[in-house]
């Protein structure tokens, strides 16, 4: 009887295990990933943080927008995110997904605006994701967007609102959303942190925002991102709660998921609870990697 050479062997049990794919937010990129990827490979797994399409090393900053910043020339600098669209971002995760599908199981992870994107590469490609996660993330059902839940009751308790002195710009007129994460006004940092990271230390928070983009596009926060029972509502997906989310208000998180399960009864997602804030899962990398670890995919 021929013997199985212990590279079989171990290439056998690395197919058996699955990739996380991570996915994140508005404004962020790849390296916000750094810390549950570093406890991902601790535990043993295999994990890629995508950037989107004019995100990471594809950023724009503008000399205006660093020091001295200079505003006026800064609200009129055209963004090259402005023609970026929600399905620019699924088509680019999908060529990731089938590439690394051909390893071995796929589990999709989205933060916040990720959300949406790991919600149409579910709804184009069914067959090649295990499952999805949601990290305090959007996940449309009932409304279609993003923004169409922020006119909601259950967004109500979002610290966002009081932050239209951070943006720079007309939104209209540019095509994106432009956050001044650079701003020295001590008030709106203050309500920034609060908003965001307000478990972590200032230094903590002040590291996060160095790593943010300042511009994301409209299109993608306004385009019909809604599940479909038949493609996306037949993976199995988890949904991470963050209790201390003053960003994207557990209220809505709540009522996301209960959408959902609504949909698809017979495929309720699988949920978890986190204390902490809506970046706040990055400062403790190992809770949020420790329930990814015991997934079942």
Not at 97 to 107: L, S
Request: with cysteine; net charge negative; proline share 7%.
């Amino acid at each position: 009887m021929a013997s199985v050479s212990s590279d079989s062997r171990s290439r056998r049990a690395r197919d058996a295990d699955p990739t996380f794919v991570l996915v994140h937010g508005s404004g962020s990129n790849s390296f916000m990933w750094s810390p549950v990827q570093r406890e991902l490979a601790l535990l043993g797994h295999r994990s890629l943080a995508v950037d989107l399409p004019g995100h990471g090393f594809d950023a724009q900053y503008p000399v205006a927008y660093q020091a001295p910043q200079d505003l006026d020339a800064w609200a009129a600098e055209p963004s090259a995110l402005a023609g970026v669209t929600l399905q620019d971002n699924v088509d680019m995760v999908v060529d990731v997904v089938r590439r690394v599908a051909a390893h071995g199981p796929v589990v999709l992870v989205g933060a916040s605006l990720g959300g949406t994107t790991i919600t149409g590469v579910g709804n184009a490609v069914p067959d090649l994701v295990n499952r999805l996660v949601y990290i305090s993330a959007w996940s449309c059902v009932q409304r279609p967007s993003p923004v169409a839940y922020m006119q909601e009751p259950e967004f109500a308790g979002s610290l966002l609102a009081p932050l239209q002195a951070l943006n720079v710009g007309d939104p209209a007129a540019l095509g994106v959303g432009r956050a001044n994460y650079r701003t020295a006004d001590p008030a709106l940092l203050a309500a920034l942190k609060a908003a965001i990271m307000a478990d972590g230390t200032d230094e903590q928070f002040r590291a996060f925002l160095s790593i943010l983009q300042p511009d994301e596009s409209l299109a993608v926060m306004t385009a019909d991102a809604r599940g479909h029972a038949e493609t996306w509502g037949t993976i199995p997906r988890t949904y991470i709660r963050l209790t201390g989310d003053r960003s994207l208000p557990v209220a809505m998180q709540d009522r996301l998921i209960a959408e959902a399960d609504a949909l698809t009864p017979d495929n309720p997602y699988e949920v978890h609870t986190l204390d902490t804030s809506h970046a706040g899962f990055l400062l403790r990398p190992a809770r949020p990697a420790g329930l990814l670890d015991r997934l079942t995919v």
